[in-house]
């Protein structure tokens, strides 16, 4: 019977998706929930730096898949390799951060294992003994419960902020890194990786912000974004928007936050001028801390703030810019 949680560690470069920390907290949780080992699995080439770092966690193993044709990402060559280490480590659950890696070469490998792969999840629960998964549906309106029927391993990708990376546990000694072997082709990459897509010059990973100032049509023109601008460079932020913004070229779609932009999951999330439509609120609400400045004390963005300033946002933010820059010296 399989057995064990397998993490997805997801790297580019030698660097390390910070998103994978919250699939290892999923993973942590639902292990001890179960009393399931937990593994965790790296890929590429030149990895050995994040598997220590990795292994600092409370883990039982760290396997690390290392071969020449995994050093760029390709979804043939991740796909092929992954199966393989799945075979070998025979996991009962393989967790993975819902990204646009993920998103890209995991449907690939649960149609090659004849398995289904529930992907964007925010949450599970358990119910007469059943584990359930719960995913959002019609933009975030809806809530849909997850029953997996198949034969494991049970393949999963949580949505970013669906856990809190900085909540993973810390082992008492150091996880054993094991290495695994796999067989890959050149001709079995059918795919060749080129420059990464950038939509800007100046392109951004918001899903990787600590700290975002998002604006919304109650910036009135785009010469007031100076203002927000001023105030993200102050706290040392990025900066976003709701779609109205980047629709009228305000600002470049990499910006964009929500059901058709990115998800996003930083520590403080400034909303300024932005009223909290579901398809925007889909992409943020799982941010630790949310500040929303409007004038209008019905908008929708109170509803999942945690603090809420009702005033006119011109007035509010060259004094609360000026404010950050005293404070930080």
Known sequence: MPDGIFVFIEQRDGKMNRNSWEALVAGQELGQGLGLKVYAGVFGKGISSIAEAVAEKKLDQ??????????????????????????????????????????DFAPKLAASMGRALVGDV?????????????????????????????DPPYLVSFQAGAFRGDTVAAGESKAAIKPLSVTLEPSQIRTKSLEVFREA??????????????????????????????????????LAASRPICDSGWLPMDRQVGSSGQTVSP????????SGATQHLVGMKSSRTIVAINKDADAPIFEVADFGIVADLFEILPALTEAVKAARG
Request: glycine share 6%.
């Open 122 to 150: 925010i949450a599970y629960c358990h119910e007469e003994g059943q584990l359930i998964f719960v995913r959002q549906v019609f933009q975030g309106k809806m809530n849909a419960d997850v029953k997996i029927e198949h």
């Open 62 to 103: 760290v396997f690390t898949v290392e071969h020449p044709l995994l050093e760029s990402y390709t979804p043939d060559g991740y796909a092929l390799a992954f199966q393989q280490a799945i075979q070998q480590v025979d996991p009962r659950f393989v967790l993975m951060s819902h990204t646009y890696e993920v998103r």
């Open 267 to 274: 520590k403080l999330y400034l909303a300024i001028g932005i």
């Open 201 to 238: 010059k100046q392109a951004v990973d918001l899903s990787q912000a600590e700290k975002i100032v998002a604006i919304g049509r109650g910036i009135k023109k785009v010469e007031n974004i100076e203002m927000a601008r001023a105030l993200a460079e102050a706290l040392g932020a990025e």
